[in-house]
């Protein structure tokens, strides 16, 4: 068997049946059955409106939920065969950063503000590697290079302030990779960045994709990212995943109203200007239910344009619609 094409087959992370909430007197449930695997050198966009659970999924991967108040009730995540659930501190210290790493959402909260980039990068390092410091030095440089930074040299002894978005955005990754990880979570990455500098910094995750075999974990709302740069896509909704499968298909033909709700509601390019003024977006009208309050049957149906009397009484299940396309629609047949 070629060496690349195994390499490109190995499932790296598996999440199963994972629930989120708190447990007691006040039970609630934040995420609830959520399954999904990580090859290597693919990535896996999770996309929804805000309060769907994307990011609560994604901390949980890395066990770094605040606890108490939010917990893992049940499932498992494996890591390379290892449930992450069951790791002790220094086993579960390892696995961060030197397995799976994380850029989260906003550079200037993630960075700290009175230490050089240089500085916090050679932290980064020494967490991973055991190197004097002439050779933590050179490493610094080449993580800076890795992500396509411009002078780094003098990027390394600036400030966290001094550093536009994108660049912010790069030492984020660049310091993800310090442990030489297997899987890199994404968790919005672009936000607050300018078109442009949105793609910049996909491309440089695609490229380091491609050079290490990188299993992504993409957290965004944006489908036109995820449409350009995931290889399959899971959309969540009030802590499920009401559809799953390769982002052709989910995006290009969808079996869940919600889904269809998400792509009718984004801009499009060729939409008709008329008098200057774009035509008015179609929105998915009411919110993401309040989990204390969660509605009976499908969560979705309040906000539903094709929900009937069953959809109030029972809850769909993910479903085959495809080869490897799932839905959890009553209704996903009819509206293919």
């Known amino acids: 068997m070629n060496i690349h094409t195994s390499l490109f087959d190995e499932q790296i992370l598996e999440v199963e049946n994972l629930q989120l909430g708190r447990a007691g007197s006040r039970a609630f449930s934040l995420v609830n059955g959520v399954s999904f695997s990580l090859k290597a050198g693919k990535t896996l966009a999770l996309v929804g409106e805000s309060g769907s659970g994307k990011s609560l ?39 961060r950063g ?27 390092v020494r967490a991973h590697e055991k190197l004097d410091r002439k050779a933590t030095d050179r490493r610094v440089i080449e993580l800076l290079e890795l992500v396509r930074m411009p002078d ?14 994108g660049m912010r955005q790069r030492v984020l990754i660049a310091m993800a990779m310090a442990g030489r990880p297997r899987v890199l979570i994404a968790d919005e990455p672009t936000t607050a960045l300018d078109v442009t500098v949105q793609a910049e ?15 992504i974990l993409l957290i965004t709302h944006d489908l036109g990212l995820v449409a350009d740069y995931a290889s399959d896509v899971a959309v969540m909704y009030a802590g499920r995943i009401v559809e799953h499968g390769p982002v052709h298909e989910v995006l290009g033909s969808p079996f869940h109203p919600y889904t269809r709700g998400l792509l009718n509601a984004r801009p499009h390019a060729d939409q008709v200007v008329c008098g200057g003024v ?10 993401v239910p309040n989990p204390l309050d969660m509605p009976s049957g499908c969560p979705f149906w309040p906000r539903c344009p094709v929900a009937t009397g069953a959809c109030q009484l029972r809850r769909p299940n993910l479903s085959p619609v495809g080869v490897s396309h799932t839905a959890a629609c009553f209704k996903a047949e009819a509206l293919a």
Do not use: Y
Not at 63 to 78: A, C, D, Q, T, Y
Not at 203 to 214: E, I, P, S, Y
């Open 57 to 95: 999924t994604a901390l949980s991967v890395l066990r770094l939920l605040p606890e108490p108040s939010v917990r893992v009730l049940g499932g498992s995540i494996r890591f390379e065969g290892r449930d992450l659930l069951n790791l002790d501190g220094p086993n579960l210290r390892d696995v």
């Open 278 to 287: 774009r035509p008015r977006l179609t929105e998915i009208t009411g919110s």
């Open 98 to 124: 030197g397995g799976i790493a994380m850029i989260f959402q906003e550079p200037l909260s993630a960075l700290n503000p009175v230490m050089s980039i240089g500085r916090q990068l050679r932290e980064a």
């Open 152 to 165: 780094p040299e003098r990027v390394a002894r600036e400030f966290p302030h001094r550093l536009s978005g």
């Open 201 to 215: 910094v996909l491309d440089t995750l695609r490229g380091l994709q491609d050079k290490f075999g990188l299993a």
